[in-house]
């Protein structure tokens, strides 16, 4: 694939797992890319990873700042044409413990954050009579779920029934829009989460591959980031409005491998 002709915002593409993944698969298949995340220093660190990349800051919960970043990137890199809604956070607690605080942040990065960098990534497009193209990124929880993941679970659902109706309404513009959700991503950092949970880190994971999984190898960053170039590219110019778990096999399990014993 050849995207030397996008030029990517990825939102929170500086961190360790699907974020970086994305940028890496963009960046091997020529894209530039504008990597937005919370703080100077980190957007800056990230960009130097790639070949052609751009550091921005935004908290994407302030609509002021998206605005702003928004006409930083206009300045240095014209209109951009691709976007992918990656930044987001997690919280694992149970339902009756959720403070508001805990809650608004947590729809504030994934699901407001997202409509208003779409908002004004969509703005350019039209302003400009050019066309692009958005990919979300959602998770295994927006299809299915567990206890304490109320509120995550509901942001990521509420990511792909947005990705459907932005992908109605922004059709006759030939604006595509698609959903990727990931799996169990492998990062060595994710171990310390792991083992609030767990006190053998690694059992647990491989555990998890050999058993909550159809397909037994780790889900690298870099799997989704293919994805999310395929999405971005022509080679998907008729799929919009959908949602494609990179999941090797998670979501589609009627019974786990330890249960069905083959
Ligand atoms: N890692 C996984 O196993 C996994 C699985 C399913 C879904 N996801 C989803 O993938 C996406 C990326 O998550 P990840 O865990 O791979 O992390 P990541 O390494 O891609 O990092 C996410 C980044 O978002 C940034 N961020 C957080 N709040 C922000 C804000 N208000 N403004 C700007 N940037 C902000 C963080 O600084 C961080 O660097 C999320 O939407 C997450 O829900 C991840």
Redesign the pocket.
Known sequence: MDLSHLKVLV??????????GVCEALDNFGATLII???TKK?AVKAAKKYKNAIPVK????DGKAVEKMFKKIRKKVGVINGLVN?????LSKEVQEIEEAEFDKVY???VR?AWLVTKYFVQQLLDNKTVGNIVN?????GFASQPKYST?AST?SAIEGFTRAIAYELGKHNIRCNCI?????H?EQ?YDLIKTWTPDPHKWVQDFVDNQQVLHHFIE?VD?GNMAAFLLSDLSRSVTGQTIYVDAGKTIMLFNRDYVNG
């Open positions: 939102t929170g593409g500086g961190g360790i797992g699907v974020g970086a937005n995340e919370l980190k935004a908290d994407l919960r990656n930044a987001g956070v997690g504030g990065v994934n954050g990124i959602s998770s295994v929880h995550y990521k959700g990931p799996g169990m991503v990062a994710n960053p989704c």
